[in-house]
């Protein structure tokens, strides 16, 4: 019992220690801040591969990071592994609920990959958190009224003829 002051001084010591390091700004480590920017010259010269790299290096440096998430998903889209691109979007939106930058590129991303109503959620969600006129949202409204690429319509019209049976 004669401890019990001591504990408790100390376990509230930990707790605000321990918040102060989880309320530090966005930056990443020095380290991981060079290899971003690796990334972003190898993604800037076409080099989708080598910006993945850095990126995903650069996550095993500071995995703190959240736009980490986001830089791979661009490189995933540009890849055109929109599937990829929307794991790392909802990563990101795991960490930071409120990211606008990773709704609105998961919605591009659904956009591409051909799934229009889930994009309009996404729409939907940014169009609560910020409202219509911010440039999120008119980036993601914007690509939804364009649909989605050409590649993705054409392999939809394709895929109901491959899908019916074959009459012997």
């Known amino acids: 019992m004669r401890f019990a002051p001591a504990a408790a001084a100390l376990s509230l010591a930990l707790a ?14 020095p380290r991981a801040a060079v290899l971003i920017a690796e990334g972003e010259a190898a993604l800037a010269q076409g080099d989708t591969q080598g910006a993945i790299d850095a990126y ?41 609920p409120r990211n606008l930058a990773a709704i609105a590129g998961e919605g591009e991303a659904l956009v591409e990959k051909g799934a229009i109503e889930k994009a309009r959620g996404s ?9 219509q006129t911010c440039a999120e949202t008119q980036q993601l409204n914007a690509r939804i009224a364009a649909g989605p690429p050409a590649r993705v319509q054409t392999a939809e019209a394709v895929l109901p003829d491959a899908a019916a049976p074959q009459s012997n």
């Open 16 to 29: 605000v220690t321990s918040s102060v390091g989880w309320a530090g700004d966005d930056a990443p480590t």
């Open 56 to 96: 995903e290096a650069a996550l095993a440096v500071d995995p703190g990071h959240t736009p980490i998430f986001l830089r791979l998903a661009e490189a995933a889209r540009a890849d055109r592994l929109q599937g990829k691109a929307i794991r790392y979007y909802r990563e990101a939106l795991t960490r930071e």
């Open 123 to 131: 729409l939907a969600r940014l169009e609560s958190l910020c409202g």
